[in-house]
């Protein structure tokens, strides 16, 4: 092998590492969800300060405050109610550091003083670009991409603005900003609705992302499992539902199986038996639309592929 095909395999597996290494982050807004890989190489003072505004959840419940069609989108400015987000000291630029400004890229957004751009005011102000502004390579710097939601960013591109303004009519909503573990797909609450084996329609899953009765908000969701199958020529149900936090790609969720119940007259309570330690489904999501739920259990172990059946309405999921 040539010492040149064996430094390009080197390059290949430390661009690979880096890759890896960049932090994600869900935008889930009410237009549908966006991944954002940042990179912590070419930007890291840049990415840390978006994510030091992730972590503290100033972007929940955060406004889409402009709309520029076919040339950026911008948030990170104003909350829910109207109130300003509470900014911290402004970084110096990292501009010019090798990452243009094309569609789906994400940049920091910058004050200016007379017409004059300051370069070093970022703070928690960011916009996506929905084109190629090579204009804007000289001063902004860029510190990421959509990689998974392109149809959501067009979507967000095509809100109405006032006539003659760059403000939406009904600005999108930023629901939660929260990191994401690389190459996972979050557990989000579109993922609610009927579930199916596409190479067995014997097998099923009801799948609920909702939050415990009197909970006051949605920072503590769980996952609520209702699984139908066949065993040794045998129906069973198993049910089981367990807490996440927003961001997690995969949960665990202990299920429980019952027999004897009958339906209509037929029903006795002292026949139900219930076994509490039937074993535990962990579930994962590849898309909005398929998923891979894996099982141990007094049944055996396995991996089922799944795909969804239905949504929930006022959801969307454009994909990528």
Known sequence: MSKQLL??????????????????VLLDTDRGPMLLELDSVRAPNTVANFLSYVDD?????????????????????????????VKRAAIPSER??????TSGTVAMALTSTNGVTNVNSATSDFFINTNTNASLNADFTVFGRVVYGYKTL?????TPIFFGSEQPIRMPLIRRAVRVASDEFP?????TGTWFDPDNSGKGFL????????ATNSDSPIVVVSWYDFFEGQQFWTIGSAP?????????????????GQFGSAYMASQVTSNPQW?????????????????TSVYGNGTIPVRSLTSPLYEKCPGS
């Open 7 to 24: 430094l390009g395999l080197a390059l290949l597996a430390l661009a690979s590492m880096a890759a890896a290494q960049n932090p994600r």
């Open 57 to 85: 959840g100033s972007y929940n419940r955060s406004l889409i405050q402009r709309v520029v069609p076919n040339f950026v989108v911008q948030g990170g400015g104003f909350k829910e109610s109207g109130e300003g987000i």
């Open 96 to 101: 010019g550091n090798g990452l243009q400004h």
């Open 154 to 158: 067009e979507e967000l591109n095509t």
């Open 187 to 191: 557990i989000l609450p579109l993922h």
């Open 207 to 214: 799948i609920e992302i909702t939050k415990a009765s009197g």
């Open 244 to 260: 996440f936090a927003w961001g997690a790609s995969s949960v665990e969720i202990p299920m429980q199986i019952s027999t004897g």
């Open 279 to 295: 074993g535990v489904l962990t579930i994962r999501f590849s898309d909005c639309s398929i998923g891979s739920f894996s099982y």
